[in-house]
């Protein structure tokens, strides 16, 4: 979108897309995200989140990628999102709420997570 506004150069865009890039790849490396395909079931069991929680489709579809992939806490600086996971019964954290994390991180090990 910036790109098409030109609030982004094609030089500044190349920069940019690198650098997400190579964000990423070191990520994976670390195996500290994990990219999960999106499947047809998936988009369909976003719609109910969508329509009864009045939710963004891209949340609705996290929640359901998160539900998918088996994860153990749900990451996010989204409290409607939080929101939404807690009363789904997903274990969610505000990571912009640092005395909770740092509480986690105490109190689990890494492959409780």
Known sequence: MRRRKKWLDENEFRKTLKKFVSEI???LRLRAVEIV???TS???ESWPLILEERIYEADALQIQ???YSGGNLLLSADNELINVALKKG???VNIEDESEVKRLLKSNKPSDF
Do not use: E
Request: charged content about 5%; overall charge positive; glycine content about 6%.
């Open 90 to 92: 997903i274990k969610a």
């Open 25 to 27: 790849m070191g990520l």
């Open 65 to 67: 990628t998160y539900i």
């Open 42 to 44: 998936m988009l369909v």
């Open 37 to 39: 395909p999106i499947l």
